[in-house]
């Protein structure tokens, strides 16, 4: 009998929160960690979706590519996508607040309010993990301090299977940058610390040790 293909769903990239039509809260993700775990993870078989948020990079080849532009985008096509998935990895550095108020017209420079009301964007893995069946939920946890400690109190309080957690603000590591150094810590508290290099050399090694790890070889 022929093995089921593996369904991937994976997110990258930045979220932007536009204030008006021209301005926008975000952050610095390129979104090519993500992109190369997507890319990985079509290369060993799996039937893969790739949710991203704004970024210069092209569709990988084989990968059912959506673009959004922000959390409440990426958050209402992940829900269509999470219920015939089989694991996801939400690699997307979504941005945590978003302006109350959004301005259909540009506002001229001298009106621009020097204090702006913020709210909080939709918690995309929250919402998704309450959800969850029988998927494999992998979330990232982008730390400048306290990695592990930071890492794995989201493990918890979002109800994963494994968490990815990465140093971001250096010069070789995180946003922006082709190479990182990421630990994976899974829900049993074992720890894989992945030597540093570049991002598509991590995304295959990742995508292989979680296929190995929750038996989803083809």
Not at 189 to 217: C, M, Q, Y
Request: include cysteine; hydrophobic fraction near 40%.
């Amino acid at each position: 009998m022929a093995q089921k293909t593996v369904r991937c769903l994976v997110t990258a990239g930045p979220t932007q929160e536009y204030f008006d039509p021209v301005r926008f809260i975000s952050n610095p993700s390129s979104g090519k960690m993500g992109w190369h775990i997507a890319k990985a993870a079509r290369e060993i078989g799996w039937e893969t979706t790739l949710i991203l948020g704004p970024s210069a990079l092209s569709d990988p080849d084989g990968v059912k590519t959506v673009r959004v532009v922000s959390a409440q985008d990426m958050l209402e096509e992940s829900e269509k996508a999470f219920e015939k998935c089989d694991i996801l990895i939400m690699a997307a550095a979504v941005c945590d607040v978003r302006p109350k108020l959004k301005v259909g017209h540009k506002v001229k420079k001298g009106e621009i309010p020097l204090t702006v009301e913020l709210e909080r964007t939709p918690d995309i893995l929250l919402t998704l993990s309450k959800k969850k069946k029988e998927q494999i939920l992998i979330g990232f946890a982008a730390e400048t301090r306290n990695l592990v400690e930071y890492a794995k109190e989201k493990l918890e309080q979002k109800n994963l299977d494994a968490i990815v957690a990465n140093i971001v603000g250096g010069k070789s590591s995180g946003f922006g940058s082709d190479s990182n150094e990421i630990v994976l810590i899974m829900r049993s508290g074992e720890i894989i610390d992945f030597n540093p290099a570049e991002k598509k050399t991590l995304a295959s090694h990742l995508i292989k040790f979680v296929s190995t790890k929750f038996g989803l070889e083809k």
